[in-house]
């Protein structure tokens, strides 16, 4: 069945005719149109085809896999100041110069010390049973016996902070906010305040203790851990995560309502001390562009429940390993440099020390990307780049397309410790890891090697490499245009 010829054809063939009219039948003074430039494109044929190639590579190396192995079977969990974080420093050390990184070095600073002692908690009445339960990063301890003391629940932090004034004389508060899952981890930032916050708003309402929900997704009996933070202005008081199972069971016994829930909480914590950590710092050198520096990070330390394989023994573990596939093609032209932070659990303290002794050097930072999200896919690239670069981002992500990852914004810091820089000035790239069971095992005790899938763990080393080789061997300045706003927050 025929159709008709349609309008919008019609005017194309049109259209096409004229164009190849030859010049007597073309009216009296036009002009043959000046033959458009193309631009150069943001990244260039063959150096697109290396990166593809080195994508496919990586994606199938396994030297990632070995290395977070080695670190958490060698040393284990790395606690920030420990004798363990030390030891993980120097096995780094020698393992960077192993694989062929030069000036290696170790950045020492100093931090407050804090080490786990014992820990318990129980129902007294009037159900009487155990809770599981752990200290808070940086919390006092109870006095010798413990504390034992009723309980008042609140929903989440806003209620904690409307409650009156000396309302809580005598008591111990649990913040019972619940953490939801998401795919990107929005929810943690949305819910670690109750971690970070409640021990001193709890303090001034007269509280001698404070129980929150952990900061997790999970329902195992695995409390999480993580730092808390003590105001100036406000009395230290005992800071403890409840396992969500255990949380629930509070608060169902508190809903009842029937008398008073009474609980023993018992932390023997270590504070008051002294303590060193340090920075890993090791270099593949760049060649025409060598005092330009690409900046690839993660966190050395971990928290010491488990063996601080997703986090970030996994990250220490990619970005290693990125960097070394990159100079298996050959020098770069821009300098190579991975970061291993020590402290970043503590409050991004590697992370300040780093900038403040390479300051004189970060206008010469070109980009920071940092692995600190577990050791699943990346799922999405994000920047924090000039206006003008964005076109060689649109071309880096179409060679990232082929490992399944997407398009995010223009907002990203790069990760946690590379924030501080980004912040600094420093264009950023994200290279977000797929997020949805990452707090599952975050902090806890089931932070451990079986976690990782090291096929998941392949493809986060390729998204990283094929993205530090083609900034370090590009011209392509991120900063052009300006940086996003938040740069400079």
């Known amino acids: 069945m025929s159709r008709p010829f349609p309008i919008a054809g019609l005017v194309t063939a049109l259209l096409a005719f004229a164009m190849v009219l030859p010049p007597a039948l073309a009216r009296p003074g036009d002009e043959p149109p000046a033959k458009a430039v193309e631009p150069a494109p943001p990244i260039a044929p063959a150096l697109a085809a290396r990166a593809a190639d080195l994508r496919e590579r990586a994606r199938h190396s396994d030297l990632a896999w070995r290395l977070v192995s080695d670190l958490t079977?060698?040393?284990?969990?790395?606690?920030?100041?420990?004798?363990?974080?030390?030891?993980?420093?120097?096995?780094?050390?020698?393992?960077?110069?192993?694989?062929?990184?030069?000036?290696?070095?170790?950045?020492?600073?100093?931090?407050?010390?804090?080490?786990?002692?014992?820990?318990?908690?129980?129902?007294?009445?009037?159900?009487?049973?155990?809770?599981?339960?752990?200290?808070?990063?940086?919390?006092?301890?109870?006095?010798?016996?413990?504390?034992?003391?009723?309980?008042?629940?609140?929903?989440?932090?806003?209620?904690?902070?409307?409650?009156?004034?000396?309302?809580?004389?005598?008591?111990?508060?649990?913040?019972?906010?619940?953490?939801?899952?998401?795919?990107?981890?929005?929810?943690?930032?949305?819910?670690?305040?109750?971690?970070?916050?409640?021990?001193?708003?709890?303090?001034?309402?007269?509280?001698?203790?404070?129980?929150?929900?952990?900061?997790?997704?999970?329902?195992?009996?695995?409390?999480?851990?993580?730092?808390?933070?003590?105001?100036?202005?406000?009395?230290?008081?005992?800071?403890?995560?409840?396992?969500?199972?255990?949380?629930?069971?509070?608060?169902?016994?508190?809903?009842?309502?029937?008398?008073?829930?009474?609980?023993?909480?018992?932390?023997?914590?270590?504070?008051?001390?002294?303590?060193?950590?340090?920075?890993?710092?090791?270099?593949?050198?760049?060649?025409?562009?060598?005092?330009e520096i690409v900046l690839l990070g993660a966190h050395l330390d971990s928290w010491d429940l488990g063996t601080g394989a997703i986090d970030d023994g996994a990250g220490v573990a990619i970005v290693t390993a990125a960097a070394k596939l990159v100079a298996e093609e050959g020098r770069p032209r821009r300098t190579l440099r991975v970061v291993l932070f020590g402290s970043e659990e503590v409050g991004l303290v590697g992370a300040r020390a780093y900038l403040k002794a390479h300051e004189k050097e970060i206008a010469r930072h070109v980009m920071v990307s940092e692995a600190d999200f577990g050791a699943d896919r990346v799922w999405r690239m994000s920047t924090g780049i000039g206006r003008r670069a964005l076109p060689f981002a649109a071309a880096l992500h179409h060679l990232l397309r082929p490992l399944g990852i997407g398009r995010g914004g223009n907002d990203s810091l790069g990760g946690s410790d590379v924030s501080v820089l980004a912040r600094a000035g420093v264009p950023a790239i994200g290279l977000n890891q797929d997020g949805m069971r990452y707090f599952d095992l975050h902090h806890t005790a089931d932070d451990t090697l079986d976690k990782i899938d090291p096929h998941q763990l392949a493809q986060s080393v390729a998204a990283w490499a094929t993205t530090a080789f083609l900034v370090a061997n590009s011209d392509a300045d991120l900063r052009a245009g300006g940086l996003p706003a938040r740069h400079g927050e």
């Open 73 to 291: 079977t060698r040393i284990g969990p790395r606690l920030a100041g420990s004798p363990a974080e030390e030891r993980a420093r120097t096995l780094m050390a020698e393992t960077l110069k192993r694989l062929g990184f030069v000036n290696v070095s170790v950045e020492e600073f100093p931090l407050p010390g804090w080490r786990r002692g014992e820990e318990a908690a129980a129902i007294i009445s009037p159900a009487p049973q155990p809770l599981a339960v752990t200290a808070l990063g940086g919390s006092v301890a109870t006095p010798a016996g413990g504390i034992t003391a009723s309980v008042v629940r609140f929903a989440d932090l806003a209620e904690l902070e409307a409650a009156p004034a000396n309302s809580l004389k005598g008591r111990i508060a649990f913040v019972d906010q619940r953490m939801f899952r998401a795919q990107d981890g929005s929810s943690y930032g949305q819910t670690v305040a109750i971690r970070v916050r409640s021990a001193s708003i709890a303090a001034a309402k007269g509280a001698v203790a404070v129980l929150i929900r952990s900061v997790g997704t999970d329902s195992h009996r695995l409390p999480h851990t993580g730092m808390m933070r003590y105001a100036d202005d406000a009395a230290k008081i005992p800071a403890a995560a409840l396992a969500n199972p255990d949380a629930d069971q509070l608060a169902r016994l508190l809903a009842i309502g029937d008398e008073p829930v009474v609980v023993q909480l018992t932390l023997t914590p270590k504070t008051g001390f002294l303590a060193r950590s340090g920075n890993v710092v090791a270099d593949i050198p760049g060649t025409d562009r060598a005092e």
